[in-house]
Protein backbone atom coordinates (compact mmCIF):
# COMPACT_ATOMS: atom_id res chain seq x y z
CA UNK A 1 0.00 0.00 0.00
CA UNK A 2 1.56 3.30 -0.99
CA UNK A 3 1.05 6.08 1.08
CA UNK A 4 2.11 9.84 2.32
CA UNK A 5 1.64 11.13 5.60
CA UNK A 6 1.82 14.76 6.43
CA UNK A 7 2.60 16.35 9.42
CA UNK A 8 -1.04 16.97 11.18
CA UNK A 9 -2.31 20.63 11.32
CA UNK A 10 -2.85 22.97 11.56
CA UNK A 11 0.40 24.88 11.67
CA UNK A 12 0.21 28.61 12.84
CA UNK A 13 3.47 31.03 11.92
CA UNK A 14 3.46 34.97 12.26
CA UNK A 15 3.39 36.68 9.25
CA UNK A 16 7.09 37.06 7.60
CA UNK A 17 8.65 33.98 9.34
CA UNK A 18 9.24 30.69 7.46
CA UNK A 19 6.38 27.99 7.62
CA UNK A 20 8.07 24.61 7.23
CA UNK A 21 5.78 21.90 5.84
CA UNK A 22 6.82 18.07 5.77
CA UNK A 23 5.78 14.67 4.37
CA UNK A 24 7.05 11.33 4.60
CA UNK A 25 5.88 8.71 1.58
CA UNK A 26 6.34 4.87 2.05
CA UNK A 27 6.97 3.54 -1.58
CA UNK A 28 10.83 4.19 -2.38
CA UNK A 29 9.51 3.71 -6.47
CA UNK A 30 7.61 6.70 -6.14
CA UNK A 31 9.51 9.23 -8.83
CA UNK A 32 8.17 12.79 -8.56
CA UNK A 33 6.74 14.92 -5.65
CA UNK A 34 4.57 17.54 -6.19
CA UNK A 35 3.10 20.58 -3.26
CA UNK A 36 -0.36 21.83 -3.92
CA UNK A 37 -2.09 24.71 -2.28
CA UNK A 38 -5.43 24.42 -1.72
CA UNK A 39 -7.67 26.95 -0.53
CA UNK A 40 -11.01 26.57 1.52
CA UNK A 41 -13.49 25.84 -1.02
CA UNK A 42 -11.36 25.39 -4.50
CA UNK A 43 -9.63 22.97 -6.01
CA UNK A 44 -5.65 21.90 -5.69
CA UNK A 45 -3.22 24.40 -7.07
CA UNK A 46 0.18 23.26 -8.15
CA UNK A 47 2.81 25.25 -6.63
CA UNK A 48 5.92 22.71 -6.64
CA UNK A 49 7.05 19.45 -8.09
CA UNK A 50 10.25 17.73 -7.44
CA UNK A 51 12.22 14.59 -9.00
CA UNK A 52 15.77 15.00 -7.73
CA UNK A 53 17.13 14.98 -4.39
CA UNK A 54 18.08 18.08 -3.15
CA UNK A 55 16.07 21.78 -3.11
CA UNK A 56 14.09 23.44 -5.80
CA UNK A 57 13.68 27.03 -5.23
CA UNK A 58 10.88 29.38 -7.01
CA UNK A 59 10.86 32.42 -5.28
CA UNK A 60 9.27 32.15 -1.77
CA UNK A 61 8.62 28.22 -2.09
CA UNK A 62 11.69 25.96 -1.25
CA UNK A 63 10.90 22.07 -2.00
CA UNK A 64 13.39 19.59 -0.50
CA UNK A 65 13.53 16.01 -1.26
CA UNK A 66 15.57 13.21 0.31
CA UNK A 67 14.96 9.95 -1.70
CA UNK A 68 17.00 7.85 1.52
CA UNK A 69 15.01 9.64 4.12
CA UNK A 70 11.82 9.19 1.76
CA UNK A 71 11.23 12.84 2.93
CA UNK A 72 9.34 15.89 1.09
CA UNK A 73 9.42 19.22 2.46
CA UNK A 74 8.11 22.37 1.01
CA UNK A 75 9.89 25.57 3.18
CA UNK A 76 7.87 28.98 2.19
CA UNK A 77 9.78 32.06 3.19
CA UNK A 78 8.38 35.05 4.38
CA UNK A 79 5.17 33.64 4.97
CA UNK A 80 2.18 35.80 4.48
CA UNK A 81 -1.31 35.95 5.49
CA UNK A 82 -2.24 35.40 1.41
CA UNK A 83 -0.43 31.77 2.40
CA UNK A 84 -3.32 30.11 4.96
CA UNK A 85 -4.78 27.57 2.84
CA UNK A 86 -4.13 23.44 3.30
CA UNK A 87 -0.54 22.19 1.41
CA UNK A 88 -1.51 18.48 -0.14
CA UNK A 89 1.85 16.31 -0.36
CA UNK A 90 1.58 13.97 -3.52
CA UNK A 91 3.66 11.38 -5.28
CA UNK A 92 3.79 9.52 -8.40
CA UNK A 93 4.81 6.35 -8.69
CA UNK A 94 5.54 6.08 -12.64
CA UNK A 95 4.66 8.93 -15.08
CA UNK A 96 1.53 8.64 -16.43
CA UNK A 97 0.52 7.63 -13.33
CA UNK A 98 -1.81 8.16 -10.37
CA UNK A 99 -1.10 11.00 -7.74
CA UNK A 100 -1.29 9.92 -4.10
CA UNK A 101 -2.06 12.14 -2.03
CA UNK A 102 -1.33 12.62 2.05
CA UNK A 103 -4.33 14.05 4.35
CA UNK A 104 -3.12 18.08 4.33
CA UNK A 105 -1.64 20.60 6.55
CA UNK A 106 -3.39 23.19 7.38
CA UNK A 107 -1.26 26.52 7.68
CA UNK A 108 -2.54 29.80 9.38
CA UNK A 109 0.01 32.97 8.74
CA UNK A 110 -1.28 35.45 11.62
CA UNK A 111 -0.49 39.39 10.71
CA UNK B 1 -5.15 28.89 -23.19
CA UNK B 2 -7.91 27.56 -21.00
CA UNK B 3 -6.83 24.95 -18.26
CA UNK B 4 -8.85 22.43 -16.83
CA UNK B 5 -12.71 22.67 -17.15
CA UNK B 6 -15.48 21.03 -15.32
CA UNK B 7 -18.93 20.96 -15.02
CA UNK B 8 -20.99 21.47 -13.44
CA UNK B 9 -19.57 23.44 -10.36
CA UNK B 10 -22.06 22.40 -7.89
CA UNK B 11 -25.13 20.33 -7.72
CA UNK B 12 -26.99 18.57 -5.14
CA UNK B 13 -28.97 14.87 -5.94
CA UNK B 14 -31.01 12.07 -3.73
CA UNK B 15 -30.15 9.15 -2.68
CA UNK B 16 -30.20 6.40 -5.39
CA UNK B 17 -30.25 9.01 -8.21
CA UNK B 18 -27.02 8.98 -10.75
CA UNK B 19 -24.82 12.00 -11.85
CA UNK B 20 -22.43 12.66 -14.73
CA UNK B 21 -19.83 14.80 -13.99
CA UNK B 22 -18.27 16.69 -17.45
CA UNK B 23 -14.44 17.41 -17.82
CA UNK B 24 -12.14 18.94 -20.55
CA UNK B 25 -8.55 18.87 -20.19
CA UNK B 26 -6.08 21.16 -20.73
CA UNK B 27 -4.84 21.82 -24.08
CA UNK B 28 -2.11 19.32 -25.12
CA UNK B 29 -3.06 17.31 -22.59
CA UNK B 30 -4.80 13.40 -23.50
CA UNK B 31 -4.49 11.98 -19.92
CA UNK B 32 -7.56 12.74 -17.84
CA UNK B 33 -7.98 11.20 -13.86
CA UNK B 34 -10.93 11.85 -11.73
CA UNK B 35 -10.18 11.86 -7.86
CA UNK B 36 -12.72 12.35 -5.06
CA UNK B 37 -12.00 14.97 -1.85
CA UNK B 38 -13.59 14.40 1.12
CA UNK B 39 -14.10 16.96 3.95
CA UNK B 40 -10.74 17.05 5.40
CA UNK B 41 -8.88 14.33 3.77
CA UNK B 42 -6.92 14.40 0.48
CA UNK B 43 -7.84 13.35 -2.81
CA UNK B 44 -8.39 9.89 -3.64
CA UNK B 45 -7.61 8.62 -7.12
CA UNK B 46 -10.94 6.41 -8.70
CA UNK B 47 -9.98 6.38 -12.31
CA UNK B 48 -7.47 7.13 -15.16
CA UNK B 49 -8.59 7.29 -18.54
CA UNK B 50 -6.23 7.73 -21.70
CA UNK B 51 -6.77 6.90 -25.29
CA UNK B 52 -10.40 6.52 -24.41
CA UNK B 53 -9.69 3.71 -22.21
CA UNK B 54 -9.41 2.84 -18.57
CA UNK B 55 -5.80 2.90 -17.79
CA UNK B 56 -5.85 2.26 -13.84
CA UNK B 57 -8.71 2.19 -11.45
CA UNK B 58 -8.66 3.21 -7.84
CA UNK B 59 -10.53 1.94 -5.17
CA UNK B 60 -14.09 2.51 -5.66
CA UNK B 61 -16.75 0.32 -6.48
CA UNK B 62 -18.46 -0.32 -9.75
CA UNK B 63 -21.03 2.09 -9.11
CA UNK B 64 -18.25 4.67 -10.33
CA UNK B 65 -17.73 4.64 -14.23
CA UNK B 66 -16.14 6.75 -16.76
CA UNK B 67 -15.69 7.50 -20.48
CA UNK B 68 -13.17 9.10 -22.47
CA UNK B 69 -13.95 10.79 -25.86
CA UNK B 70 -11.79 11.43 -29.36
CA UNK B 71 -11.25 14.76 -27.93
CA UNK B 72 -10.03 13.99 -24.82
CA UNK B 73 -12.98 15.01 -22.66
CA UNK B 74 -13.85 12.78 -20.10
CA UNK B 75 -17.33 12.00 -18.37
CA UNK B 76 -17.53 10.35 -14.60
CA UNK B 77 -21.28 8.67 -13.86
CA UNK B 78 -21.93 7.63 -10.54
CA UNK B 79 -25.22 5.38 -10.30
CA UNK B 80 -27.44 4.32 -6.58
CA UNK B 81 -25.77 7.72 -5.18
CA UNK B 82 -25.26 7.14 -1.39
CA UNK B 83 -24.72 9.74 1.33
CA UNK B 84 -21.20 8.88 0.96
CA UNK B 85 -20.68 10.40 -2.30
CA UNK B 86 -20.97 13.33 -1.23
CA UNK B 87 -17.71 15.24 -1.74
CA UNK B 88 -15.64 17.31 -4.19
CA UNK B 89 -15.07 15.86 -7.40
CA UNK B 90 -11.69 16.77 -9.02
CA UNK B 91 -10.77 16.06 -13.12
CA UNK B 92 -7.03 16.32 -13.52
CA UNK B 93 -5.24 16.13 -16.55
CA UNK B 94 -1.67 15.55 -18.02
CA UNK B 95 0.06 14.40 -20.80
CA UNK B 96 3.10 12.97 -22.03
CA UNK B 97 6.11 13.95 -24.18
CA UNK B 98 7.25 17.19 -22.43
CA UNK B 99 4.11 17.47 -20.44
CA UNK B 100 5.66 14.80 -18.30
CA UNK B 101 4.38 14.51 -14.97
CA UNK B 102 2.74 18.28 -14.18
CA UNK B 103 -0.75 17.33 -13.61
CA UNK B 104 -3.29 20.22 -13.22
CA UNK B 105 -6.62 20.10 -11.54
CA UNK B 106 -9.78 21.93 -12.59
CA UNK B 107 -11.92 24.05 -10.16
CA UNK B 108 -13.71 20.49 -9.39
CA UNK B 109 -17.55 19.70 -8.94
CA UNK B 110 -19.14 19.97 -5.27
CA UNK B 111 -21.10 17.12 -5.10
CA UNK B 112 -24.36 16.72 -2.17
CA UNK B 113 -26.28 13.72 -2.00
CA UNK B 114 -29.21 14.37 0.08
Known amino acids: QKEVEQNSGPLSVPEGAIASLNCTYSDRGSQSFFWYRQYSGKSPELIMS????GDKEDGRFTAQLNKASQYVSLLIRDSQPSDSATYLC???????????FGQGTELSVKP | DAGVTQSPTHLIKTRGQQVTLRCSPK?????VSWYQQALGQGPQFIFQYYEEEERQRGNFPDRFSGHQFPNYSSELNVNALLLGDSALYLC?????????????FGEGSWLTVV
Open chain 1, 90 to 100: AAIYNQGGKLI
Open chain 2, 92 to 104: ASSGTGAYGNTIY
Open chain 1, 50 to 53: IYSN
Open chain 2, 27 to 31: SGHDT
